[in-house]
């Protein structure tokens, strides 16, 4: 059974910039791609970033790419999500989530492939 516990959230005016981290324990960590994940009020939660087990592949959707990056550090079980100019719209709580045993970006972004989900962070973007 995987632990995750995600921290860093925060307020942040629009421009500004936060990381999220992600401390994974109870399964091996470095044999599984990590996605971090969003849910605002009234909406469906959203992918947001996936990193492979090597960290060879990452997965951004359109609504963040360019904006957020994703990497992990296997050692210290953790995975992190670097946020810069943050918009009002990013605003909600971010999940992370263990994914499949896959480096490959076709696999990796597979929503339905994520489980384990932590109990969150909230960011709150003030325009």
């Known amino acids: 059974q995987v632990q995750l516990v995600e921290s860093g959230g925060g307020l942040v005016q629009a421009g500004g910039s936060l990381r999220l981290s992600c401390a994974a324990s109870?399964?091996?960590?470095?044999?599984?791609?990590m996605g971090w994940f969003r849910q605002a009020p009234g909406k469906e939660r959203e992918f947001v970033a996936a990193i492979g087990p090597s960290s060879s592949s990452t997965y951004f959707p359109d609504s963040v790419k360019g904006r957020f990056t994703i990497s992990r550090d296997n050692a210290k079980n953790t995975v992190y999500l670097q946020m810069s100019r943050l918009k009002p719209e990013d605003t909600a709580v971010y999940y992370c989530?263990?994914?499949?045993?896959?480096?490959?970006?076709?696999?990796?972004?597979?929503?339905?492939?994520?489980?384990?989900w932590g109990q969150g962070t909230q960011v709150t973007v003030s325009s």
């Open positions: 989530a263990i994914g499949p045993a896959a480096d490959s970006m076709v696999v990796i972004k597979l929503i339905q492939l994520y489980s384990g």
């Open positions: 109870g399964r091996t960590f470095s044999s599984y791609a």
